[in-house]
């Protein structure tokens, strides 16, 4: 009796624990942006951001101060793995979940502001020289 609700008490803990596969996938990022190019002027104000292709579900790269630059995944850090779990959305300095209502906060980081999203945004480095930004993991 007692090996049998170890066991069941075994399975309890077992069954409890969340999806381990619920994470942002790493990717390989190595990316260059002439951010002198037009289809990048959106940034060369300070504060402004665009969406770029690479990362898991795309790219956030903001204009954070003189010759800096940040970038972030478009995941949403609340249940990564869902469709539906991705930035579409910027109003200045703060990026929103659609799916999960999360927002975060770009010129910090990406920490979370509001909503279930516990996690920040998966940041990568960023360099900027010679008017190229290079984005890497």
Do not use: W
């Not at 969340?18 to 951010?35: C, F, H, L, S, T």
């Not at 104000?45 to 665009?50: L, P």
């Amino acid at each position: 009796m007692k090996k049998l609700s170890n066991i069941i008490c075994f399975l309890v803990v077992l069954s409890s624990c969340g999806d381990k596969n619920d994470y942002i996938r790493e990717v390989y990022v190595n990316i260059e942006i002439p951010v002198n190019q037009p289809e990048y002027s959106d940034l060369n104000a300070i504060g402004n951001s665009i969406f770029v292709t690479g990362g898991v579900q795309g790219i956030i790269i903001y204009h954070s101060n003189i010759n800096q630059y940040r970038a972030y995944d478009r995941n949403c850090s609340f249940e990564p793995s869902e469709n539906c779990a991705v930035i579409d959305s910027i109003n200045a300095t703060v990026a929103a979940c659609g799916c999960c209502t999360s927002k975060f906060l770009l010129d910090q980081g990406g920490i979370t502001a509001n909503g279930p999203a516990l996690l920040s945004l998966k940041e990568y480095f960023t360099t900027f020289s010679g008017g190229i930004l290079h984005i890497k993991n």
